[in-house]
């Protein structure tokens, strides 16, 4: 590990210019490359205290050896030169975008002499108009096929048009009209050139001119009785539109425009793009990233657009530039970024973030799919057996247990400002999520926030239970339990007999606490660690590891040590650990969100005997409000659907002895809500937004 101080730039040595800078490891590779406004300043950043810096830019200024820097003009030169050095020298410590999986674009190859269109992959060619990117291949050629009716240009490879040629006959296309058959002269070289740059016009997005010409030229037809050239051009006018339709209309005004989305968590991030033109979803692509560099998701956006509009070549700028190019945040600072995609476009470049309208909905549509598309990153990475079994290996390794934790169970405390204090057991076995084995809990032995004595608590109440089930089987003594331990474990099951298997005796089911983790983790850092070991030791159990992991700087901490235990960033094992972290705490925020709703919906007829959730559903709608149904005779009662006499009786009974509720009151506004409103009882109050805490 190298000490930063040893390559430190002399005092006054770094100009104060705009630049791009490079940091190197002892073998001279460019490991980072960055740019700045002013260098000075941000180079002096990565040299001062390492507790200061983020954990990933200690390692980066660790790891490397030297420092130099470029001195350009201006920060759009700076934004340049950045993603040129990233692209020639492939640091480690940059973000690198990589597609999730490789995107078919229709072509057409202009610089021929006879332009073709066909499905190209790959990276761009000069000379060459692309289109797309779309989802699937059989989309374009389900879209090509139509327009090749209006646009009959070749789309044969060059071996059969050569072959085509030497024989002075066609291939089928050129027979059945999808082909203008340059191959034999049936059209100039000029004629078609001209044909497939209406095919490209088309495909940009400017159909409208095109189908009024066909719409006038068939209404001529028709008038001169030239029926049949009336008809195939109504036939054409159809395929148009046809093709039209495979991309349903997104933006009313005919906007040209790129949307970007990123979903990101502590490891990855993925960005997904939609490729609007004239109004319309023409592509769709996406990228997965590890965050290997502290970066935030301004950053992230900004390495996208450079992936993105980086590698445009001189003939595909202004194709691969639109008008607007929408962004969930700007980059810091924006105006650079705007100047560099204006001169890539040869015009301005609207850069910004949707505030409202079709374009914000649509924004949202494209956050969907890049939250999904980390989701099923992460559901891909998670599912391979050989990554699963290197992740549980690093674990193994790492934490220095004693076998591999083929069980793993972590658990969560959640609450909601010291309310409705739950928490959460989940189990992965074997690297996969166990959702039969999740567990959860309420707190009970105290009120209030308190995160430490909870998982104390927690801790001790499941392996209190799974002691009781040894002890059952004769293999351990257990301790003495307290009052809702019994409570519990009365409510888990009847006292069924289990067998020496821990399991029930009459259907041959697991006990819900009978198997014990070979690994225990804790959501938290060294306070809920000791909690959890102290709740351990006082059962007497020492044959389960434990740690905790730390969201903030996912340190993974050990009982009885001061400092953590830092897994490499691109490690299986710590994506493991987060990922089983993440669901214990997923699981944890919607007991407590149910609790808590189910508490603020709590009514008057909650507690009326003999009425359950259905009946009560259906008395509220059909009164509308409390104050009407509590007004309501028995006769009114019993005429909604699935109430009788005796329980309309006791409805009626149970809202005529209790006072009408306080007025309520919009806690947002201020506002008193009447009680002549007739406001529907069971909704919950509107509140001000209130933060969660796991």
């Keep these: 590990m190298a000490d930063p101080s040893t390559y430190r730039p002399a005092p006054g040595a770094i100009p104060t210019s705009p630049g791009v800078y490079k940091f190197r490891d002892a073998h001279g590779r460019v490991i980072y490359v960055g740019k700045a406004k002013s260098l000075r300043p941000r180079l002096s950043s990565y040299f001062q205290d390492l507790a200061g810096l983020h954990p990933r830019t200690a390692t980066m200024v660790t790891t490397a050896a030297s420092v130099e820097w470029t001195v350009v003009a201006t920060e759009v030169e700076a934004l340049q030169l950045e993603y040129s050095w990233i692209k020639e020298f492939d640091p480690r410590f940059n973000v690198k975008y990589r597609d999730d999986k490789s995107y078919p674009e229709l072509a057409v190859t202009l610089n021929e002499e006879f332009p073709r269109v066909q499905v190209m992959r790959g990276a761009h060619r000069k000379g060459v108009r692309y289109f797309g990117p779309y989802g699937h291949a059989w989309a374009i050629r389900e879209t090509v096929d139509l327009l090749l009716r209006v646009f009959p240009v070749r789309t044969c490879s060059n071996g059969v048009f050569k072959r085509a040629a030497q024989v002075g006959r066609p291939c089928l296309l050129g027979y059945i009209g999808k082909c203008a058959a340059p191959c034999v002269g049936r059209i100039t070289p000029e004629d078609h050139r001209a044909l497939a740059e209406d095919f490209c016009d088309?495909?940009?997005?400017?159909?409208?001119?095109?189908?009024?010409?066909?719409?006038?030229?068939?209404?001529?037809?028709?008038?001169?009785?030239?029926?049949?050239?009336?008809?195939?051009?109504?036939?054409?006018?159809?395929?148009?539109?046809?093709?039209?339709?495979?991309?349903?209309?997104?933006?009313?005004?005919?906007?040209?425009?790129?949307?970007?989305?990123?979903?990101?968590?502590?490891?990855?991030?993925?960005?997904?793009?939609?490729?609007v033109r004239g109004g319309r979803v023409r592509g769709q692509r996406g990228w997965v990233t590890d965050k290997v560099e502290d970066v935030d998701t301004a950053g992230l956006v900004e390495h996208a657009l450079q992936q993105l509009y980086g590698g445009a070549g001189a003939d595909d700028r202004g194709e691969g530039?639109?008008?607007?190019?929408?962004?969930?945040?700007?980059?810091?600072?924006?105006?650079?970024?705007?100047?560099?995609?204006?001169?890539?476009?040869?015009?301005?470049?609207?850069?910004?973030?949707p505030q409202r309208g079709d374009k914000k909905d649509l924004m949202a549509t494209v956050q969907r799919n890049a939250q999904q598309a980390l989701a099923l990153h992460k559901t891909k990475r998670a599912s391979d057996l050989t990554t699963r079994s290197r992740a549980?290996?690093?674990?193994?390794?790492?934490?220095?247990?004693?076998?591999?934790?083929?069980?793993?169970?972590?658990?969560?405390?959640s609450h909601l400002q010291g309310e409705d204090v739950v928490a959460s057991m989940v189990v992965f076995e074997d690297g996969l999520a166990r959702k039969s084995e999740y567990r959860r809990f309420e707190i009970k032995g105290f009120e209030g926030q308190d995160d430490v004595r909870s998982m104390h608590e927690v801790i001790s109440r499941r392996f209190r239970r799974y002691l009781q089930e040894r002890e059952r089987t004769g293999e351990w003594a257990v301790p003495e339990e307290g009052p809702e331990d019994a409570a519990e474990a009365a409510a888990d099951g009847t006292g069924t007999a289990v067998d020496g298997t821990g399991t029930r005796a009459e259907d041959g089911r697991p006990r819900r606490f009978a198997y014990p983790p070979q690994l225990l983790v804790v959501d938290g850092g060294q306070p809920q660690v000791a909690a959890a070991q102290r709740a351990l030791d006082e059962l007497g159990i020492d044959d389960v590891a434990l740690c905790g992991l730390a969201k903030r700087l996912e340190e993974v901490w050990l009982p009885g040590e001061d400092d953590p235990v830092v897994l490499p960033r691109s490690s299986e094992g710590l994506y493991l650990l987060q990922r089983v972290r993440d669901e214990a705490h997923r699981f944890a925020i919607a007991y407590q969100r149910g609790k808590r709703s189910k508490r603020l919906t709590a009514g008057e007829l909650d507690s009326v005997p003999g009425l359950g959730e259905t009946r009560r559903q259906a008395l509220l709608k059909h009164f509308g409000s409390l104050k009407k149904l509590r007004a309501?005779?028995?006769?009114?009662?019993?005429?909604?659907?699935?109430?009788?006499?005796?329980?309309?009786?006791?409805?009626?009974?149970?809202?005529?002895?209790?006072?009408?509720?306080?007025?309520?009151?919009?806690?947002?506004?201020?506002?008193?809500?009447?009680?002549?409103?007739?406001?529907?009882?069971?909704?919950?109050?509107?509140?001000?937004?209130?933060?969660?805490?796991?």
């Design 632 to 694: 309501a005779t028995v006769d009114e009662l019993c005429a909604v659907p699935g109430i009788g006499r005796r329980t309309a009786e006791t409805v009626a009974a149970a809202l005529s002895s209790r006072t009408p509720a306080a007025p309520a009151v919009n806690t947002a506004t201020g506002e008193i809500i009447e009680d002549g409103a007739d406001e529907p009882a069971p909704a919950a109050p509107e509140t001000a937004p209130i933060q969660e805490t796991p």
């Design 202 to 275: 088309f495909m940009a997005g400017r159909t409208g001119n095109y189908l009024r010409r066909l719409e006038a030229e068939m209404q001529e037809a028709a008038a001169d009785l030239e029926y049949e050239k009336a008809a195939r051009l109504r036939d054409d006018i159809g395929a148009l539109k046809r093709a039209m339709e495979k991309n349903a209309i997104v933006l009313a005004d005919a906007t040209d425009a790129d949307l970007l989305a990123v979903a990101e968590d502590e490891l990855e991030a993925a960005v997904q793009i939609f490729h």
């Design 321 to 353: 530039v639109p008008r607007e190019v929408l962004v969930p945040a700007l980059p810091d600072p924006a105006e650079p970024v705007r100047e560099w995609l204006g001169g890539l476009r040869g015009a301005q470049v609207d850069l910004r973030i």
């Design 392 to 413: 549980l290996q690093e674990i193994t390794d790492a934490l220095e247990l004693d076998s591999v934790p083929l069980r793993i169970e972590c658990f969560d405390i």
